[in-house]
């Protein structure tokens, strides 16, 4: 367990001096097992895969090695303004946003420290792109690009198609994947494979580091294939042998790796931690679907949860749910100590719902899914789910939103709705009890999304040909047994389009059959 746990780092971690004596000021206990373990694989410039429970400090695990890294380089008198050297991608636009604020403290701490030491601070950038960002911040981010971009994998992938900014990730050194398990079940896992891969391919410098971070993934291999890409080796790290922490005499960065032979080290720090969890039923015994005396039960249970604890997030599987359950909590906490957050709302009402949260102005709030991954929430002391959440993982991802910290326990309760859920939750808490997860089960090239990459890349970068294309998208893990009549069919349906009484539709590139090549139509 890592509750109590103190580490020192090992030996062979070397640390630019104003990154090492604040992580010392700032964190006197010294690095969590994650971080131990996963630094000196990550400074060493090889792919590696960092999992382990939430609150254990994953996030810090992935980018103090990137800003170490750019602090070295400006060390050494390389530029750092005008380039973009690490990209994070999140599932989620609330995480994405999270990052961006809980960059900005670090970084300006570890310019004073260098300040202290007599040293020059590295002029380190931080900017979102996400679908929420505003035109004129997207302009911005062109004209003088951040030395750390915080993007999501669709907004990556129209990053990678406009020739624009296309141009400003040519000497990206760092990918860091978060939450990578809640891509990697679904077709969003594929897109981003394939995104990896086009954004590898731009490279000017060689082929960028890719980190991931995880809280909860089996079969892990599976996971770490689609980080690194097809092929790819994979070696569970044992346990390092720790040393106290000292700043390492100023160095130029290592040179990026090679793109032979991929390799991804795997620090498996388990899933399983300390947790509270209970079960709670309404008077009148379930039946098929909940009746709204039950649900009148199950909020005032709720509320009175709410009452006893100082902020608790209310996690449901539907917006509707989501309004409906705000709405009667409201009614008996206050209006103004509960709110909803979903999708669904508009980017400013979901970012002042974020903020009144982390401030600890509401008593409640109630989310789907766009809230429940690795976000630092503020002092969300419980969780309640209304409903099964389908999968283990889930329910461990939306339990660890409360104690969000290193020596936090997490505590939840699980309200069913259903007999069927009832079955359900009394299944998963018994395999959470047991410590079993989800088997993570990947789409197999799906021809849908290759068809988006193949038209977003061929129009990016205007030709392509078609045999260096489809070896191109073949290192994405998903499609690394893409059989070439499927890539074929597929670059046939872009560039003849679909068949109508009117002519062929959507047909957008030119296909020339002689020199096997693809063009964009003009």
Excluded at 33 to 50: H, K, N, R, T, Y
Excluded at 55 to 69: N, P, Q, V
Excluded at 206 to 218: D, I, K, M, N
Excluded at 417 to 442: F, I, N, Q, Y
Aim: aromatic letters at 4%; proline letters at 7%.
């Amino acid at each position: 367990m890592l509750n109590g746990t103190v580490q020192t780092l090992p030996a062979s971690l070397s640390l630019h001096p104003a990154v090492a004596a604040w992580f010392t000021d700032r964190f006197p206990e010294g690095p969590t097992e994650p971080q131990a373990q996963g630094w000196p694989l990550v400074q060493s410039g090889s792919d590696v895969l960092i999992a382990a429970p939430t609150g254990s400090g994953k996030t810090l695990a992935g980018f103090l090695m990137a800003i170490d890294d750019a602090y070295r380089a400006h060390q050494s008198g390389a530029p750092l303004g005008g380039r973009t050297r690490v990209v994070y991608v999140s599932p989620l636009k609330a995480l994405a946003v999270d990052v961006h604020q809980n960059l900005e403290s670090p970084l300006a701490e570890i310019a004073e420290t260098a300040e202290r030491l007599h040293l020059v601070p590295a002029p380190i950038t931080v900017a979102v792109r996400t679908g929420d960002t505003p035109s004129s911040a997207r302009s911005a981010m062109i004209k003088d690009p951040p030395t750390i971009l915080v993007t999501t994998p669709e907004s990556l992938y129209l990053y990678l198609t406009a020739a624009r900014s296309r141009a400003t990730l040519t000497t990206v050194r760092t990918v860091i994947v978060d939450e990578i398990h809640a891509l990697a079940r679904d077709k969003r896992g594929s897109h981003l494979a394939l995104s990896l891969e086009r954004l590898e391919h731009i490279q000017q410098e060689g082929r960028p580091q890719r980190v991931g971070l995880s809280a909860t993934q089996r079969p892990i291999e599976v996971t770490a294939r689609i980080l690194s890409g097809a092929g790819a080796a994979t070696h569970v790290v044992t346990t390092a042998v720790a040393q106290p922490l000292a700043p390492a005499p100023l160095a130029p960065p290592a040179p990026l790796a090679a793109p032979a032979g991929r390799r991804v080290d795997i620090v498996d720090c388990g899933h399983s931690r300390d947790l509270r969890l209970s079960m709670e039923l309404p008077e009148e015994e379930l039946a098929a679907v909940l009746s709204r005396e039950q649900l009148g039960e199950i909020v005032h249970r709720i509320a009175a949860h709410v009452k006893g604890h100082r902020t608790t997030l209310v996690f449901v599987n539907t917006r509707r749910l989501s309004e409906r359950l705000a709405h009667l909590l409201g009614e008996i906490l206050g209006p103004d100590q509960v709110a909803a957050h979903h999708g669904s709302l508009s980017a400013d009402r979901r970012k002042r719902t974020e903020s009144r949260l982390r401030a600890g102005d509401l008593r409640a709030l109630v989310a789907t899914a766009s809230l429940e991954l690795g976000i630092d929430i503020g002092p969300v002391e419980l969780a309640c789910q209304v409903g099964s959440p389908r999968a283990i993982s889930t329910f461990l991802q939306r339990v660890g939103r409360s104690n969000h910290s290193r020596h936090g326990v997490p505590e939840g309760v699980i309200f069913p709705t259903t007999r069927d859920e009832l079955v359900e939750c009394a299944a998963l808490l018994a395999s959470v009890r047991k410590g079993r997860l989800d088997a993570v089960l990947p789409p197999v090239a799906p021809l849908d999304i290759l068809a988006q990459q193949v038209i977003a890349e061929v129009a990016a970068a205007d030709e392509w040909k078609e045999d260096d294309l489809y070896r191109l998208f073949c290192r994405a893990a998903p499609y690394g047994e893409l059989a070439r009549q499927d890539f074929d069919a597929v670059v046939q349906l872009a560039s003849e389009g679909i068949p109508t009484g009117r002519g062929p539709r959507m047909a957008y590139l030119h296909r020339d059959q002689v020199n096997r090549s693809e063009e964009r139509r003009v």
